[in-house]
């Protein structure tokens, strides 16, 4: 069952152009009455980052020790989209870290101006 904040390996593919694409980590953020009632959810692609680069206001920094996942990755508030539960391929983790969720929650909140 999926839940709210489980991260997935996934398959965003095929997309159409700047939408993020490929097999990569995602980060679960709508609510369980929607992820049990209906087959979709509601997700935040991650990408992983290195030293230096640039985050986006529209992207929230979680280590790899919160995550779960290999690298340092940013969830992109900005690639959100809502996708079968048949394309999520593998539970890797779950964000478990209350400062985590809560920024992600904020920027979310911004991002849609709630």
């Known amino acids: 069952m999926v839940n709210k904040w489980d991260i997935y390996y996934c398959s965003l593919d095929p997309v159409k152009g700047s939408e ?3 097999f990569r980590p995602v980060l679960v ?3 369980d009455a929607v992820n049990h009632s209906i087959p979709v959810s509601t997700i935040l692609p991650f990408s992983s ?4 680069e640039n985050i986006y206001p529209t992207e929230i920094l979680i280590p790899a020790e919160v995550s779960g996942l290999e690298k340092d990755s940013v969830a992109m508030i900005q690639q959100i989209r809502t996708l079968s539960h048949q394309r999520l391929v593998q539970l890797i983790n779950r964000l ?6 809560d920024k992600v929650l904020d920027a979310l909140r911004e991002y849609f101006e709630f």
């Not at 980052?49 to 230096?52: H, I, L, P």
């Open 29 to 31: 953020v709508s609510n």
């Open 96 to 101: 478990e870290n209350r400062n985590y969720r």
């Open 49 to 52: 980052v290195k030293e230096g």
């Open 20 to 22: 993020q694409r490929g």
